[in-house]
């Protein structure tokens, strides 16, 4: 099984913690908007609580626990992971008394990080990677329409999430996150994974 990512949230959507396997696993910002309308649905319809939803690339299992919901990311459907359960309740080990006076601090849960190399064997991806082709002002002319108002606003930040950069340009983040990662792949600019984000920048 791939895990793509994780994120735990509270019932009323909010995300207190995610870590990200993959730079191209959904945003949380999207992942807490899809789990709210599709907890309110099923819970009106049959009563329970979601417990999966898979599309063509991806699927996600839900599990409520106590206080919590842990809702796991792969790129395959098999059946419910063992590791939700442990996940939740080593999370509630450590922070369950803190879930429900948060005020909204995700780095105060950051630690937990440590926890999922054990539980899943896998770790998020951190690691910098620099541009290898920085962009002149004539490469910019060179490149891919669909690319450069992206990129001529990372440049005007020199560094940024993809949530800023998809308010600023009003963009769907998921599918700017694709692009910035192709463009990471391309050498012409670079990520870092900061604060329980990727950040992009040009140089």
């Known amino acids: 099984m791939r895990v793509n990512s994780i994120y735990i949230m509270l019932e009323d959507g909010r995300c207190i913690f995610n ?14 908007g899809m789990f709210t309308a599709l907890q309110g649905f099923v819970m009106e319809l049959t009563g329970k609580y979601p ?8 699927t996600f299992y839900f599990q409520k ?5 842990i809702v796991l990311n792969t790129s ?7 590791q939700l359960s442990e996940i939740g309740l080593r999370f509630l080990q450590q922070f ?7 005020k909204g601090d995700e780095a105060h849960f950051s ?10 064997g896998v770790e998020q991806t951190t690691k910098r990677i620099d541009p290898e082709k920085p962009l002149s002002p004539m490469g910019l002319l060179h490149l891919d329409p669909k690319y450069q108002a992206l990129i001529k606003e990372l440049i005007s930040r020199k560094q940024a999430t993809s949530k800023e950069l998809a308010e600023t340009l009003q963009r769907n983040e998921y599918h ?28």
Do not use: C
């Open 19 to 32: 870590a990200y396997f993959t730079p191209t696993a959904p945003p949380k910002n999207l992942i807490t």
């Open 51 to 58: 417990t999966i939803l898979s599309t063509d690339d991806f």
């Open 96 to 102: 369950g008394n803190e879930v429900e006076k948060w």
């Open 111 to 120: 630690r937990f990080s440590e926890e999922l190399v054990d539980l899943l």
């Open 65 to 69: 626990r106590g206080p919590i919901t």
């Open 76 to 82: 395959e459907t098999i059946k419910q992971p063992n």
């Open 176 to 203: 700017l996150r694709l692009d910035l990662e192709e463009l990471v792949e391309m050498g012409f600019i670079g990520r870092i994974y900061l604060v329980e984000e990727y950040h992009y920048f040009t140089q």
